[in-house]
């Protein structure tokens, strides 16, 4: 069964801010680097950042000092903040594992709407 719940998306401004959430199962959070991916419309999923078990932390240039992602250790929680948000954010932003599992798992994403 999917093992990962996103949460948090909706429709802002560019300019705006929203914070993601994704709570993962044990099993996928515990020891391994998690990540933020996004689909846009007509696009390639891309991985967006990542972090390590430890707390270290990257991302894609294009979004390098607008997002931070942390993780909670205890909660089995990631999360993305975003500032500072574009019309070429809008995506449905889905967190898993980096990298993936064989074959990846997906939750149900959160749908994040970026207007003009």
């Known amino acids: 069964q999917v093992q990962l719940v996103e949460s948090g998306g909706g429709s802002v401004q560019a300019g705006g801010s929203l914070k993601l959430a994704c709570v993962a199962s044990?099993?996928?959070?515990?020891?391994?680097?998690m990540a933020w991916y996004r689909q846009a419309p007509g696009k390639q999923r891309e991985l967006v950042a990542s972090?390590?078990?430890?707390?270290?932390?990257r991302y894609v240039d294009s979004v390098k000092g607008r997002f931070t992602i942390s993780r909670a250790n205890a909660k089995n929680t990631v999360s993305l903040q975003m500032d500072s948000l574009s019309p070429e954010d809008t995506a449905v932003y889905y967190c898993n594992t980096n990298p993936l599992r064989i074959p990846p798992e997906w939750g149900q994403g959160t749908q994040v709407f970026v207007s003009p």
């Open positions: 044990e099993r996928m959070f515990r020891h391994n680097d």
């Open positions: 972090i390590g078990t430890g707390g270290s932390a």
